[in-house]
């Protein structure tokens, strides 16, 4: 948020003021800083924290890798302007505002059942029982795909990206590479899934067939 709000300075320096593609990048990423911080407390079930733990690849990524990588968009801004119209970034804005939903929801829903399966608010559900005596979401946002916070997460880098046009690839490096990287996870989770909840796994897949992109993966 610090580097993107530096670029936004600079362009206002350059240019007289902030463009509205600058300015949508950096309230899109403000949002995704602000929504880490307020949920702060299920970060602690991630993968990274419950099964990697902490090492370089946290240490490295937390202080380098990702607050640069975020910030491409921004920082390709600042040295190539772009001109949006309002109802191109009204667009944009609809399409943030939906990998949002479904990203929040998605992982409201999920920590809210962990925490209390009675709560009002996920007792209604549908649940598949598994050996180790929790319960498997099949219901909700869990029974649109199996990640559907991975959905969410890469409809917003799309839309990140989207105000910097479409003459160079670098402010979609972030996509194209966080893309992958969510495929190398679903793939891990996958695998950890079966180890752990072995038969009520497969019979959760076989429920909710698509892993991440409903009718496509």
């Known amino acids: 948020a610090l580097i993107n709000m530096a670029m936004l300075v600079k362009e206002t320096e350059l240019r007289g003021s902030p463009s509205l593609a600058m300015i949508l990048v950096n309230a899109f990423q403000l949002l995704y800083v602000v929504d880490a911080f307020w949920h702060e407390e299920a970060i602690l079930t991630t993968m990274d924290i419950v099964h990697d733990g902490f090492g370089f690849m946290l240490a490295y990524g937390d202080l380098a890798w990702v607050p640069f990588l975020y910030s491409l968009q921004s920082y390709f801004l600042v040295t190539h ?22 990203f929040r929801g998605a992982n409201s829903q999920k920590n809210t059942f962990r925490r209390n399966p009675a709560d009002p608010r996920v007792a209604g559900l549908r649940t598949i029982p598994t050996a180790t005596g929790r319960r498997l979401l099949v219901s909700g946002w869990w029974g649109f795909v199996r990640h559907p916070n991975y959905l969410g997460d890469l409809i917003m880098a799309l839309a990140w990206s989207l105000p910097c046009g479409f003459t160079h690839i670098l402010p979609y490096f972030y996509i194209i ?41």
């Not at 001109?83 to 990998?99: E, T, Y």
């Open 177 to 217: 590479y966080f893309t992958l990287l969510l495929a190398h996870r679903e793939a891990r989770d996958e695998h950890q899934c079966l180890r752990k909840y072995g038969l009520a796994w497969q019979e959760y897949c076989r429920r909710v067939p698509y892993r991440i992109f409903p009718y496509l993966y």
């Open 81 to 102: 302007p772009q001109k949006l119209s309002l109802p191109l970034a009204g667009g944009i804005v609809l399409l943030n505002g939906l990998g949002y939903s479904i």
